[in-house]
Nanobody
């Protein structure tokens, strides 16, 4: 059974940094496309960053230059380093895996098959 467990969320002031982690189990982690998504109340879930099996990364325009996505295939962990946080980054952040494709990440929620429970990030001004 696939399990994705996020951690690292919290409250931070604008300009600060946080690192989210996602521990994955129950599948062949290195062969899956991985991603981070976020959602605020009343809005649709949106893609933040994805990383494929070749370590190719894609970022939403809103976070380019501020966020970094990496994966530790030896320990089945996905990371999201978030710097220069702004209040608009406040959201529930979700880790996701696409077990169907590893090389071609789809940059939208429909492109992912498994989800974590989410971790809250709150940025105050």
């Amino acid at each position: 059974q696939v399990h994705l467990v996020e951690s690292g969320g919290g409250s931070v002031q604008a300009g600060g940094s946080l690192t989210l982690s996602c521990s994955a189990s129950g599948y062949t982690y290195p062969s899956a496309c991985m991603g981070w998504f976020r959602q605020t109340p009343g809005k649709e879930r949106e893609a933040v960053a994805t990383i494929n099996t070749s370590l190719r990364t894609t970022f939403a325009d809103a976070v380019k230059g501020r966020f970094t996505i990496t994966r530790d295939n030896a320990n089945n962990i996905l990371f999201l380093q978030m710097n220069s946080l702004i209040p608009e980054d406040t959201a529930m952040y979700y880790c996701a895996a696409d077990l169907r494709f590893g090389i071609s990440c789809v940059f939208k929620p429909d492109g992912f098959t498994h989800w974590g429970q989410g971790t809250q990030v709150t940025v105050s001004s």
